[in-house]
Nanobody, 121 residues
């Protein structure tokens, strides 16, 4: 079984910063593309940023220039540094990863449980 666990969410004032972390654990050989998604109340889940195993990144237009995704393959971690936060960034942030599971030898697209980010004064 493989799982992702997020941490680092919380309440921050507009203009502030937060760093989200996501730890992958369980029986898997390696992780491929990892990413962050978010879902605001009443809205669909949307892509925030992704990063491939080799480090290529992709960002939603709404966060370009403010958010930075990174990963540490040795530690099986992915991070999201969020700067210049805005009230519209308020959402539950979910970690996502394609993990090659040992049990099945298949790639399993896996979600974390989510962490709340609230931007308010």
């Amino acid at each position: 079984q493989v799982q992702l666990v997020e941490s680092g969410g919380g309440l921050v004032q507009p203009g502030g910063s937060l760093r989200l972390s996501c730890a992958a654990s369980g029986s898997f050989f390696t992780s491929y593309t990892m990413g962050w998604y978010r879902q605001a109340p009443g809205k669909q889940r949307e892509l925030v940023a992704t990063i491939t195993k080799s480090g290529s990144t992709n960002y939603a237009d709404a966060v370009k220039g403010r958010f930075t995704i990174s990963r540490d393959n040795a530690k099986k971690m992915v991070y999201l540094q969020m700067n210049s936060l805005k009230p519209e960034d308020t959402a539950v942030y979910y970690c996502n990863a394609d993990l090659l599971a040992i049990a099945t030898m298949k790639v399993a697209n896996t979600w974390g449980q989510g962490t709340q980010v609230t931007v308010a004064s």
